[in-house]
């Protein structure tokens, strides 16, 4: 008999104990999980509930609105919210798909071995909490509570959070830090002393000239940017698109720059060098503010355009044009530093010359560049102290990347691996709405930590690939259905948000801050939740600030007023938080931690023959691969294409809608394959597709086996030196035109 793995991938069957449980009738649900049109809801008379979404970061407020016959219908946005502006997205109007998705996991699982076979068995609630919590007694007296760990990426996560540091454990990471925004964090905290966060305080409402680099706005729908873009494009201000593919925004740009992949900081020292040596920069301003210009300006001197040509094939004369673009609008401009930024390995650099550009233009607290932001500070619902870890990721991840702000899911997961030689062990993992395995690149790594662990926990509304290597599957019901905590982000002013659910949970899925409390009471840890329910909770929290629940249900969002101005003065005294006070383009701190001052630019590898380079990017109806499943949404687009320059076709002999399969540098071949798209709109040199399709799991009824998983595809990653985040543009793949497991199929 074949030995069973310790973690052998389960599939979810769909057909549990709430499995055959239809929807009411009245929706006249049709193949597909599309409602036939229904008579539009009266908005003065229908019940509604407020909201914010959890499509995507953004979290816009809106209020969700029930039909007659008391079933969800639709999302509109809230008018009093800065973040959606009374507006919501493709994704966002969308998210009523969510709910309705039959595909969703329904109850409580549990791994056991049958007949030698790892399977799931439905079990009640109170099992499989029970099992859970005795689970991570055992962990805590053998190894310690530091040794359980916290990956997350839903709202719900603080309840996690909340719980597992009452238990003893600090160790929590959100895979975006280390996989998309990290770089550009450390960056602008290593040359203005402070981060970005979210939403990012770009003034883009009145910039005069507007630069993305890789920045795919428009397809990547970030909602109250996207209208603010949209309203820059209409008022006449210039956009400047750095990139390999003629995207969305490209389009409506005064400059494209198709660069050639991976050369970005040679074009940003060139930039710099055009500013400082044609002496375009704000005298005045870096005068002031800014320290180590004269390292600088020695620094850049042989970084002129016509050597930045030679490496990014940008015509010299466009590269001065656009740096004399970005100087004539000065201060009024933004360098903008996007969000997914993990892509080569020198990506906090890379971001660090894209915030010495800001600097010398003058735009950093500056109308049109970028603006002070604010926020609500939330208060804690009173309980102890946590129990003070005996060690935390910083012990993981701080000898070697000095520059990391948060935990990353990476060295966690690698912490977790058999063979770590480092003597900070996790030994159990709870999974908060993130399928780690398409998020968290080199997946080879993740399945061998995953072996090692001795308790796993996903908490997930959906059977996405993760969920089947769990020990315990828990049903979080949607955003739609719970409460959250406060919504409480950045921006131009201070303001809140309530999540309230506006339907019961479906079949017996159950909301995060009751399956983390229930697991915290279960550890002896109920002096940490002495609040019956999250309504008390959030009324407590509320009262505080000036408002209460009862007034945010029927409200949603509460804008407080700015107590610091949005801009600097003119000639106003200001200190930066860094080693000098000021804006350090002559990084002390970088130096000091033993990493360049100033960014360098260092030639990578550019594909072999009959490779190209893999890039990927955004959709705006989806997230990630969050929304393809979605009865709304993957009806927008069901799966993603592979776009390819005419030039390439030709050599293969490609055409248009031809299914053909990826493999890799490491000889790594897509599971499933992906329609070819044959466009100008993409250098020879690169192909290019939409992240998050190709589905494995075969319980997503809409998405499974649908276009490629960008993920499989990238094996070769680069680690930022500075602070750990995974560069995952440095893998090339070519083309494999005949059905690569057509003889595994027939076996």
Known sequence: MKKTSRRDFIKISTLGVGGLTMLNPVLNWVPGFMPKEKTPVDESKAKRFPTFCEVCFWKCAGFTYLNDEGNIQKIVGNDDDPHSNGRFCPRGTGGVGLYYDNDRLKEPLMRVVENGKSVFKPVTWEKALDFIADKMKIIAKKHGPESMALLYHASSGSYFHHMLEAYGTANAAKPSYAQCLGPREAAFVATFGAGLSSPEPTDVKNTKCLVLIGNHVGENMHNGYVQEVSDAIDRGASIITVDPRFSTIASKSKFWLPIKPATDIALLLSWIHVLIYEELYDK?????????????????????????????????????????????????????????????????????????????????????????????????????????????????????????????????????????????????????????????????????????????????????????????????????ERYDDIRSNQHRYPNIALRMPAAEPRWQSKPGWWIAREIGVRLGLQDYFKWTNVEEELDWKFKQMGTSLEEMQKIGVKVYEKHKPLYLADGEEYFFNTNTGKIELYSIDLEEKGYDAMPRYTEHKQPDDQFYRLIYGRAPMHTFGRTVNSPHLSDLMSENTLWVNPSVAKIWDLHNEQYIWLKNQDSVISSFPIKVRITERIRHDSVYMVHGFGKTNDKLSRSYGKGIDDTELITNVKIDPIMGGTGMRENFVTFVTKNPHQKEQNA
């Open 284 to 480: 005045k301003y870096v005068e002031q503010y800014a320290f180590g210009f004269e390292e600088l300006k020695l620094h850049v001197k042989n970084y002129t355009p016509e050597w930045a040509y030679t490496q990014t094939d940008i015509r010299p004369e466009d590269i001065r044009n656009s740096a004399y673009e970005m100087a004539k609008a000065s201060p009024a401009v933004i360098i903008h530093p996007g969000r997914h930024t993990t892509w080569y390995g020198d990506d906090t650099q890379r971001l660090r010359a894209m915030a010495i550009l800001n600097a010398l233009l003058g735009s950093y607290g500056r109308k049109g560049g970028f603006y002070f932001p604010e926020s609500k500070k939330v208060p804690e619902y009173p309980s102890p102290a946590y129990p003070h870890p005996k060690w935390t990721w910083k012990d993981i991840t701080k000898p070697t990347y000095k520059g990391a702000g948060t935990g990353l899911a990476n060295d966690l997961i690698k912490a977790s691996l058999p063979n770590s030689e480092s003597p900070y062990k996790i030994k159990g993992w709870f999974v908060v709405g993130t399928n780690l395995l398409t998020t968290v690149p080199d997946k080879s790594i993740t399945l061998k930590a995953i072996q090692n662990l001795e308790l796993m926990v996903v908490v997930d509304t959906m059977p996405m690939e993760i969920t089947g290597y769990a020990d315990i599957v828990l049903p979080e019901c949607t955003y739609l």
